[in-house]
């Protein structure tokens, strides 16, 4: 590629336009009044055009596969140099963040124009993840599926909650659902693939460093819990032994709270209740409800959930209440590359940033393309603690930071001989 | 009224019979396979023609009153004789019990099927109220204001869930609202009114005597309260500042339970929790719910409002966490009538049974009357301490006992000179 590179700009400068770029991208929602933009939606289609122009600002051509992942690549002049691959997602869950998924994507594009006309031996290609929060259909990272070959046929046969499936959804976008394996894949001899984000990290604190690492993504587990009590009348069922499903239920969250609060790497979670009867004056038949684990290491995890499920079964069993669980799904750590991870911790180093190793706490299309190439993730830490819900915010010195470590990345990245 | 009386039977083969009238009624329904008859439903006019059968094999008449009451008088031969009312009410809550309303109307129907000829120096009017639960238009016990001159114009603007006004429903049942005035008033010259129920009574064992005699009605605080903390990320907040409204609600329910359990007469009841988001993965921003408290005495019941609403703060403030409450509803205690309840009292004790006082935890139609007539209740004890649900039972010995608690008060009762 020889477009025009743009002038190079202070990363201060550049930081800044990605923040605000930012903001702008999150005007494009499908709800006014919120930023919510799922998988598709017309709202994401606006989103692909303004980036589209960003790319070109950068020098780059943007093309969409038949996923709706907006993608470009920087090529360098020898055609069979390998592939690093920029990555995040421009989907949206509903009312959301304004930088969740999207930082990634800018400081891509930001720093991909920060390079100018510089020489690298390799291509780098963006990639913008159309789906990565699975709010439209409800499975999370089908985009990264796709890219890795992963998709499956009833992947496509899914439907959102208008009956739409995935298939006539990529359809109604333009798109072709049968050129997904031609179109979609990672282009041969990608050797890297890195991601950056926003993220807060339980355990580490607000003043703390700019950047981080992620070593490893962690686990989760998830589960539904059913008590099932006495409906009975408020005022005539003795309390002692009313078998009241919600008063158990509360015991056991609150319980959860408790043991979780006393584990820097744990978060027990319950979230969401939903009580019968609905209406007043009755003790409460029956709750139904959820909890989700995660913690750095498998077994610890899974120690913690028998534990909190021990604990349900006894809030139960003092007051009358039946308790059921079951599993909703198992998602192991997912550890990230040794070799790429220490790379970027050099890179932030030579940067003047300190970048410690952490783990992740959410779940990240990083996790599907780990399986298929070496991947890495950077983090910004979250000035006010909040992540995927409006409100979020970043500082203007630490998208610098950022940028400056992916800068020093991409120029001393020297594909590995193995892959090259 | 001079009908051929029935012929007397077995007081323990009439409260088998009236045990299989509460079955059979029962089974006039809105909704099959669960028993739920609402004001003015098509289940509920076949239980007025059901119960109107069973009123005429008693040898009485029945109507039906502008309101939908369906009453029935046993008058003496003096015309001039004050009145007795019997009373209780014929509308099911949704999946409510075979039990509660029915009894008091088919045991009053009982009564005077088994006095036969007697003669008796008053005339006893049965009324099955026709809507005391509520449920259809969201107001407890309007047939009642309907009989005591209390309903207002509003009361019959009301609307159901299907935009259907009273007024409507009434006159889609072949009735003139503009008769309740006429139609509905009690009987000049009402002395009395006893109503006779299924309750369980906090704080009395199921082992305790069949009958009880109602002092008062107790009073009832109701309120909502939400709990406003942060929606955030469940993996990504750190436990101890995620500001997790679920945790503060849930450990406040849990305190509530252990409060309430501390003191005899007192009920204490979180029914019903709605958390925000709804979805999964995510610590929860808001929880609404309620409190409903009661108490026999008026001042106790205030008094642990404001201490449970002292508990709900601070469980909130330990997390970050915003607290506001609204009093929904405050309905002071109602005592009884002192003179008919000692009557029902002696007349227990005559018929060989022993009838403590105690005080009624639930609502009552005998609320309303209470302001316009001497009332009375007499309580069967419930053998599974269930009460407006499914599955509430009733033993055949204790009907036989308020049948014959019943007749005695009826052989006994001289009208208050006052009055007559």
Known sequence: MSQAPSAPASLAARAATVIGRCRELAGMTDVAGETTRLFLSPASRDAETLIGGWICQAGLTAHCDDFGNLRATRRCPHDDAPTLVLFSHIDVAPNSSHFNGSLGVLLAIAAVEQLGATSLPLHIEIIAFSDEEGARFGVPSLSSLAVTGRLRAEHLERADGNGISVADAIRAFGLVPGRIPITCPLTPRTFAAVETRIEPVPGRGQSDSALAVVESILGVSRLSLAFQGQCNHAGTAPMPSRGDALAAAAHWIAEVEHYAANYTQLTATVDGVHTLPATGDFATGT?????????????????????????????????GVQVRAAVRSEQSAVPLDRDLTLKLHRAAERAGYDAPPIFSAAGHSAMILAAAVPTAMLLLRSPVELSHVPGDDLRCQDVEAALATLLNLLLHLHPHPKLS
Do not use: C, Y
């Not at 995660?294 to 139960?316: C, F, I, M, N």
């Open 287 to 319: 709750v139904q409800t959820t909890l989700e684990v995660r913690h750095p290491r498998d077994e610890s995890r899974h120690a913690a959930v028998a534990h909190l499920l021990t604990k349900a079964e006894a809030a139960g069993t003092l007051r």
